[in-house]
Protein backbone atom coordinates (compact mmCIF):
# COMPACT_ATOMS: atom_id res chain seq x y z
CA UNK A 1 0.00 0.00 0.00
CA UNK A 2 2.34 2.89 -1.29
CA UNK A 3 0.76 6.03 -1.42
CA UNK A 4 1.58 7.99 -4.99
CA UNK A 5 0.16 11.06 -4.69
CA UNK A 6 -1.09 13.65 -1.92
CA UNK A 7 -2.87 16.93 -2.61
CA UNK A 8 -3.88 19.95 -0.44
CA UNK A 9 -7.11 21.93 -2.04
CA UNK A 10 -8.50 25.00 -0.53
CA UNK A 11 -11.67 25.60 0.87
CA UNK A 12 -12.81 27.01 -2.92
CA UNK A 13 -11.35 23.86 -4.23
CA UNK A 14 -8.14 24.41 -6.00
CA UNK A 15 -5.06 23.36 -5.59
CA UNK A 16 -2.80 24.75 -3.05
CA UNK A 17 -0.17 21.65 -3.65
CA UNK A 18 -0.51 18.63 -5.48
CA UNK A 19 2.82 16.03 -5.45
CA UNK A 20 3.26 12.54 -7.21
CA UNK A 21 5.54 10.25 -6.17
CA UNK A 22 7.33 9.37 -9.30
CA UNK A 23 9.88 12.07 -10.10
CA UNK A 24 8.61 14.08 -12.94
CA UNK A 25 8.05 18.02 -12.54
CA UNK A 26 4.39 17.68 -12.89
CA UNK A 27 2.22 16.19 -11.54
CA UNK A 28 0.10 13.37 -13.66
CA UNK A 29 -3.09 14.22 -15.28
CA UNK A 30 -4.79 10.98 -13.96
CA UNK A 31 -3.57 11.97 -10.68
CA UNK A 32 -4.89 15.17 -10.71
CA UNK A 33 -8.56 13.72 -12.43
CA UNK A 34 -8.43 11.86 -8.87
CA UNK A 35 -8.43 14.11 -6.84
CA UNK A 36 -10.58 16.97 -8.46
CA UNK A 37 -13.17 13.76 -8.88
CA UNK A 38 -12.37 12.66 -4.66
CA UNK A 39 -13.45 16.63 -3.82
CA UNK A 40 -18.17 15.57 -4.61
CA UNK A 41 -17.09 12.51 -2.36
CA UNK A 42 -15.38 14.83 0.33
CA UNK A 43 -18.26 17.35 -0.22
CA UNK A 44 -21.13 14.93 0.92
CA UNK A 45 -19.38 13.33 3.66
CA UNK A 46 -18.78 16.29 5.19
CA UNK A 47 -22.47 18.14 4.90
CA UNK A 48 -23.77 14.48 6.21
CA UNK A 49 -21.20 14.29 9.03
CA UNK A 50 -22.37 18.00 9.99
CA UNK A 51 -26.21 16.89 9.75
CA UNK A 52 -27.80 16.61 13.28
CA UNK A 53 -28.94 13.26 12.59
CA UNK A 54 -25.38 12.06 12.33
CA UNK A 55 -24.22 10.63 15.40
CA UNK A 56 -20.63 10.90 14.32
CA UNK A 57 -18.14 13.41 15.89
CA UNK A 58 -18.49 16.31 13.34
CA UNK A 59 -14.43 17.07 14.81
CA UNK A 60 -13.33 13.99 13.17
CA UNK A 61 -11.78 15.16 10.19
CA UNK A 62 -10.77 11.52 9.17
CA UNK A 63 -13.10 11.21 6.26
CA UNK A 64 -11.77 7.39 5.53
CA UNK A 65 -11.55 5.37 1.77
CA UNK A 66 -13.74 7.79 -1.15
CA UNK A 67 -13.75 5.67 -3.71
CA UNK A 68 -11.82 2.79 -4.91
CA UNK A 69 -10.86 2.57 -8.21
CA UNK A 70 -9.22 -0.56 -10.81
CA UNK A 71 -5.74 0.95 -9.62
CA UNK A 72 -5.50 2.92 -6.54
CA UNK A 73 -7.76 4.31 -3.88
CA UNK A 74 -8.58 7.54 -2.51
CA UNK A 75 -8.73 8.42 0.72
CA UNK A 76 -10.02 12.19 2.38
CA UNK A 77 -9.43 14.16 5.45
CA UNK A 78 -11.34 17.99 5.73
CA UNK A 79 -9.81 20.78 8.43
CA UNK A 80 -12.30 22.41 10.40
CA UNK A 81 -11.42 25.29 8.08
CA UNK A 82 -12.80 23.14 5.38
CA UNK A 83 -9.43 22.70 3.41
CA UNK A 84 -8.66 18.89 2.24
CA UNK A 85 -6.20 16.62 1.68
CA UNK A 86 -6.32 13.92 -0.25
CA UNK A 87 -4.08 11.00 -1.05
CA UNK A 88 -4.22 8.26 -3.47
CA UNK A 89 -2.57 4.79 -2.72
CA UNK A 90 -1.90 1.75 -4.90
CA UNK A 91 -4.50 -0.70 -4.99
CA UNK A 92 -2.79 -3.78 -4.24
CA UNK A 93 -4.43 -7.01 -2.77
CA UNK A 94 -3.16 -6.50 0.32
CA UNK A 95 -5.38 -4.72 2.90
CA UNK A 96 -4.94 -1.12 3.71
CA UNK A 97 -4.02 -0.21 7.17
CA UNK A 98 -6.61 1.86 7.90
CA UNK A 99 -4.51 3.49 11.05
CA UNK A 100 -1.45 3.81 8.59
CA UNK A 101 -3.14 6.12 6.73
CA UNK A 102 -5.12 7.97 9.15
CA UNK A 103 -1.50 8.76 10.83
CA UNK A 104 -0.70 10.16 7.36
CA UNK A 105 -3.08 12.49 7.43
CA UNK A 106 -2.13 13.74 10.75
CA UNK A 107 1.05 14.44 9.92
CA UNK A 108 0.57 16.07 6.58
CA UNK A 109 -2.02 18.65 8.48
CA UNK A 110 0.53 19.50 11.32
CA UNK A 111 3.19 20.37 8.12
CA UNK A 112 0.10 22.50 6.69
CA UNK A 113 -0.36 23.47 10.28
CA UNK A 114 3.39 24.76 10.28
CA UNK A 115 3.20 26.47 6.62
CA UNK A 116 0.00 28.61 7.97
CA UNK A 117 2.18 29.74 10.84
CA UNK A 118 4.78 30.87 8.98
CA UNK A 119 4.81 34.47 8.35
CA UNK A 120 6.20 34.49 4.93
CA UNK A 121 3.59 32.42 3.86
CA UNK A 122 0.28 33.66 2.39
CA UNK A 123 -2.59 31.64 3.21
CA UNK A 124 -4.15 30.91 -0.03
CA UNK A 125 -1.63 30.60 -2.08
CA UNK A 126 0.47 27.54 -3.75
CA UNK A 127 2.33 25.50 -1.32
CA UNK A 128 6.17 25.62 -2.14
CA UNK A 129 8.31 25.16 1.71
CA UNK A 130 10.90 23.07 1.61
CA UNK A 131 9.75 21.60 4.97
CA UNK A 132 6.41 20.59 3.77
CA UNK A 133 7.77 19.27 1.14
CA UNK A 134 10.24 16.84 3.34
CA UNK A 135 6.86 15.45 5.39
CA UNK A 136 5.41 14.82 1.88
CA UNK A 137 8.52 12.70 0.76
CA UNK A 138 8.75 11.11 4.19
CA UNK A 139 5.43 9.84 3.76
CA UNK A 140 5.97 8.37 0.10
CA UNK A 141 9.32 6.44 1.75
CA UNK A 142 7.30 5.01 4.57
CA UNK A 143 4.18 3.97 2.74
CA UNK A 144 6.86 2.22 0.89
CA UNK A 145 8.06 0.08 3.73
Known amino acids: MAVVAVAVMSKQNFPLY ?10 D ?4 YL ?3 SLDVIDE ?6 SPKVTNDPREPYLGLLYPSEEYKVY ?11 MVTEN ?3 QSKDSKIR ?3 KELH ?6 LCNPFYTPGTNIKMKSFERVVSGIFQKSKE
Open 18 to 27: LKTANTKAEP
Open 29 to 32: LQFQ
Open 35 to 37: VHT
Open 45 to 50: KVSTIS
Open 76 to 86: GYATNTRVKFV
Open 92 to 94: SSS
Open 103 to 105: EYF
Open 110 to 115: DAYKSV
